[in-house]
């Protein structure tokens, strides 16, 4: 069973800055793709970004492209979101998701492991 833990999530104000991680306890974590979601209140969850397994694929939601950098660390078994110019609408739980697969995929369905989530409020 994959464990997924999330951490750095917080209170900001609009306008900063803060570094998600998500360390899988997995033997084998650099061949599958990891993607962030989040799901603010009263909403979906949505997609906000995943890396493939090499770390040479990106997506990003337009929400957050250009604000957001994932990358990964495949000797630690971690994936980060890097937040920057956060916005009060970026409020959400933040979860950490492993996809089935290598390759970047922006299907829910593809990610069978997900984390517990970590909260990001953004005051304004």
């Known amino acids: 069973q994959v464990q997924l833990v999330e951490s750095g999530g917080g209170l900001v104000q609009a306008g900063g800055s803060l570094r998600l991680s998500c360390v899988a306890s997995?033997?084998?974590?650099?061949?599958?793709?990891m993607g962030w979601f989040r799901q603010g209140p009263g909403k979906e969850r949505d997609i906000v970004s995943v890396i493939s397994w090499t770390g040479e694929s990106t997506y990003y939601a337009d929400s957050v492209k250009g604000r957001f950098t994932i990358s990964r660390d495949n000797a630690r078994n971690t994936v980060y979101l890097q937040m920057n110019s956060l916005k009060p609408e970026d409020t959400a739980v933040y979860y950490c998701a492993r996809s089935r697969g290598g390759r970047v995929t922006t299907t829910p369905a593809d990610f069978d492991s997900w984390g517990q989530g970590t909260q990001v409020t953004v005051s304004s």
């Open positions: 997995v033997r084998i974590f650099s061949t599958y793709a």
